[in-house]
């Protein structure tokens, strides 16, 4: 079993920026996501990071302007946002997914383990 915590989130005017934090305790995992879901809409996938390359990939609704990162010494993920928008609102969870877990990179169906989430608000 894999536990996550985060941290960061608040709120902040259209143009500002955020720093999510996410801790990941034991059991092992091959990559970690972050999700956003707004209400009423369907959770999305929002940018992944790989956990022994440090590569990423990241929606093109974010592409430029988010940044997710790892510390792998301590276990943690990091999201960096910049230029939010109002349509960034939303709960951002962090997930992670088993090695040879299967499933797409992209669907929430494919991350077992999952955050609580912090709220993130832009809004003038």
């Known amino acids: 079993q894999v536990q996550l915590m985060e941290s960061g989130g608040g709120s902040v005017e259209p143009g500002g920026s955020l720093k999510l934090s996410c801790v990941l305790s034991?059991?092992?995992?091959?990559?970690v996501g972050w999700f956003r879901e707004a209400p009423g809409m369907e959770r999305e996938w929002v940018a992944l990071?790989?956990?022994?390359?440090?590569?990423?990939r990241y929606d093109d609704a974010v592409r430029g302007r988010f940044t997710i990162s790892q510390d792998r010494a301590k276990k943690e993920i990091y999201l960096e946002m910049n230029s939010l928008k109002d349509d960034d609102s939303g709960m951002y969870y962090c997930?992670?997914?088993?090695?040879?877990?299967?499933?797409?990179?992209?669907?929430?169906?494919?991350?077992?383990?999952w955050g609580q989430g912090p709220q993130v608000t832009v809004s003038s």
């Open positions: 034991g059991g092992s995992y091959n990559r």
């Open positions: 990071i790989f956990s022994s390359t440090g590569n990423t």
């Open positions: 997930a992670a997914a088993e090695p040879y877990g299967g499933g797409s990179l992209y669907s929430a169906d494919s991350y077992p383990y």
